[in-house]
């Protein structure tokens, strides 16, 4: 041991490890991963379980751990990541994540060696000045039809939603009570038919008789009622919650270049206290299932209606990294590619997509942090076994670990990858993706989607995966034959490339604030990502590489509709331009119709068709044995014709 300098004193610290000699080293480190500790807990996140000195010094441990991928979900879905929600800075947060994970690793970035991916997309709409000017008073004792007593009357504001099943527009005018402004008369109920619309604006209760569940849900929705009343010729709508039900943001929708009467969505305490009886009118009405308002047609006050938004781009970014290289453009032709996906995006407070509504943190753990960490932990794992042994991933094959964003806005994230200059096309082997595998049950089992997207050695190269994982004895595999689906395998499929969807089904947790880390099963976590390292290994060790073939679709169970249309959607984001079609069922009506894969379906039963949401909400509420008037486009050309439904399925 070299003596102190004269005149300088060393750190008590500094002494005490320098007198233990080799232990230095370790000491230090372990005061550096304690340091480390309390930043994360400062940022609000966990500590991690599995911290040692070998993650510590960012060498990648070889074996799959279940305590890793309890940490990174843990991470993930923590509040500090506020429901990472594409475009935010909760997003952001996540992105930053990832982004540490990979740069503190021997991976390498796959953007020509960038890690991330930038683009933008439409996250719905932004209100710049959407609101209620009135001119009028309370008229509760007036006789229904009647003007308001202009003497009375008040002026004054009130911000509002914007409904945008328009462009943006406004409405002067009378504003008369529609009660729920329901039409349904199949059921034998029909405010509509009992008052004139045409050219005032509609007052509009949430829901209807009997509430969210009552009788008439196929003509409660805001779509119903907006068509309802635009066909009748209302100048506007304004549409009134109810205390205790969900709020509603802009974001709920996507904008339209369509005309249409403005529509505006307001909280009910404003008009509550300029009209008397409303508030336990409202009521009573909601407890009965049938029942007229006696107040129908009255007129409440003269206001105007300004419904005014500008969509809203935001931006967003893929995360990817690979084993042996970057992907260049022009100069990876050789190469042959396996991508490695999930989505690591989700609704942030809920204020889109939210099952229980909106205002609280929706934290994801299975939707997606599960599938998340699946895919950083395959990744590590594969790396530190090829640095070990570069023989399991032979030339020319490279394995991608891909995270895409904006999943839950409709899969911009890979649709936007897959029309890039990155995309390998042909020369990618397969595509596995991982949604939602943290909740593995018996009786439910593993779900793998895409089994009959390329020959039959896939299946088996699956089934054998399988055989060598560690799963609970009654967790069976569950195949499903096509590549189409919700989630960021489906525009691979499209792109003629055999897909491997690993899920273990919805739950009652799905899209709610409840969808937490101490619910998700981490040993079936762990099975599931062996099974893919496995599935990973046999297609790059494969004599002959799996080939593409279309596959018949049959649609999960979990997403079936009583009836479904028989096409088979070609996207799932927002599109002006019509529904497209990827593919059309032979044997269903719709085929005698004479639409093509390439067409866009605009107009279905009524409704105008931009997007699957659209779609789904048209089957949500329609029946067998019915004709629909359908328009679909092709190039500039619309054809007009008339189809049934079939039963079962999702499409």
């Not at 635009?230 to 339209?256: M, N, S, W």
């Not at 990876?332 to 609280?360: C, P, Q």
């Not at 497209?580 to 039963?605: C, W, Y």
């Not at 068709?609 to 500039?636: C, P, Q, S």
Request: charged share 25%.
């Amino acid at each position: 041991m070299k003596p102190e300098m004269p005149g300088r004193k060393m750190k008590p610290y500094l002494r005490f490890a320098r007198g233990l000699d080799g232990w230095a080293p370790v000491i230090l480190a372990m005061i550096a991963i304690l340091a480390s500790a309390l930043v994360l807990a400062r940022l609000g996140l966990p500590d991690k379980e599995s911290l040692t000195l070998d993650r510590f010094m960012n060498v990648p441990s070889r074996d799959l751990s279940v305590k890793d991928l309890k940490y990174y979900v843990r991470v993930l879905s923590s509040y500090h990541m506020q429901g990472r929600e594409s475009g935010r800075e909760s997003g952001k947060k996540a992105t930053e994540f990832l982004l540490e994970q990979y740069r503190d690793s021997s991976l390498r970035g796959f953007f020509d060696g960038e890690f991330t991916q930038a683009f933008a997309f439409n996250a719905g709409i932004k209100s710049r000045d959407t609101s209620v000017y009135f001119s009028g008073a309370d008229n509760s004792n007036a006789e229904a039809g009647e003007s308001p007593n202009e003497s009375e009357a008040k002026k004054d504001r009130i911000e509002a939603v914007p409904v945008a099943y328009a462009k943006p527009s406004s409405a002067r005018g009378d504003i008369i009570f529609g009660g729920f402004c329901v039409s349904a008369p199949s059921k034998g109920f029909d405010e509509l038919a009992r008052i004139n619309v045409n050219g005032k604006i509609v007052l509009c209760l949430r829901y209807g008789p009997g509430g969210r569940s009552g009788p008439y849900r196929e003509a409660i929705s805001f779509r119903d009622k907006y068509l309802a009343l635009k066909q009748r010729g209302a100048a506007g709508i304004i549409f009134l919650g109810h205390p205790g039900t969900p709020p509603v943001y802009a974001e709920f929708f996507g904008g339209t270049e369509k005309e249409g009467p403005p529509a505006i969505f307001v909280e009910p305490q404003h008009f509550y206290d300029r009209v008397a009886w409303l508030a336990e009118h409202d009521a009573k009405l909601r407890e009965s299932e049938a029942e007229y308002s006696p107040h129908l047609g009255q007129s409440l006050a003269t206001a105007t209606v300004k419904m005014d938004y500008e969509k809203e781009k935001l931006k967003a970014q893929n995360v990817a990294a690979s084993i042996k290289g970057s992907f260049e453009e022009g100069k990876s032709k050789n190469r042959k590619w396996i991508i490695v996906g999930a989505h690591y995006d989700h609704l942030g407070m809920g204020t889109f997509g939210s099952l229980e509504g909106a205002g609280k943190v929706h934290n994801g753990a299975d939707d997606n942090a599960s599938g998340t960490s699946a895919v950083l932990e395959l990744a590590f794992s594969l790396r530190k076994m090829y640095e070990e042994n570069p023989s399991i991933i032979p030339e020319p094959y490279d394995v991608v670990f891909m995270h895409f964003d904006a999943e839950e806005r409709g899969l911009y994230g890979s649709e936007y990858f897959v029309d890039s200059s990155f995309f390998p096309g042909e020369n990618t082997v397969a595509m596995l993706n991982l949604d939602m595998v943290g909740m593995l049950r018996k009786g439910k089992g593993l779900q793998f989607q895409g089994a009959q997207t390329a020959d039959e050695s896939w299946k088996e190269m699956v089934e054998s995966a399988y055989a060598a994982s560690t799963f609970a004895e009654g967790v069976d595999l569950r195949f499903f034959p096509g590549g189409n689906g919700p989630s960021d395998h489906s525009p691979f499929y499209r792109k003629n490339v055999p897909v491997g969807f690993f899920f273990t089904g919805e739950h009652s947790h799905y899209h709610k604030s409840t969808d937490d880390f101490d619910r998700l099963n981490y040993e079936g976590l762990y099975d599931i990502t062996f099974m893919a390292r496995e599935l990973i290994l046999k297609l790059v060790t494969a004599k002959q590489q799996i080939e593409f073939q279309q596959a018949p679709e049959v649609q999960r169970s979990d997403l079936e509709f009583d009836v479904r249309l028989g096409i088979i959607p070609g996207g799932y984001g927002e599109s002006e331009g019509g529904l497209l079609v990827s593919g059309v069922k032979e044997d269903a009506p719709i085929a005698n119709t004479g639409i093509q894969k390439g067409d866009r379906i605009i107009f279905l039963g009524g409704r105008d068709i931009e997007n699957i949401r659209d779609l789904t909400e048209f089957l949500y509420d329609a029946r067998l044995n019915t004709e629909y008037e359908i328009h679909f486009k092709r190039g500039d050309k619309i054809i007009r014709s008339r189809t049934q439904l079939i039963p079962g399925g999702a499409h």
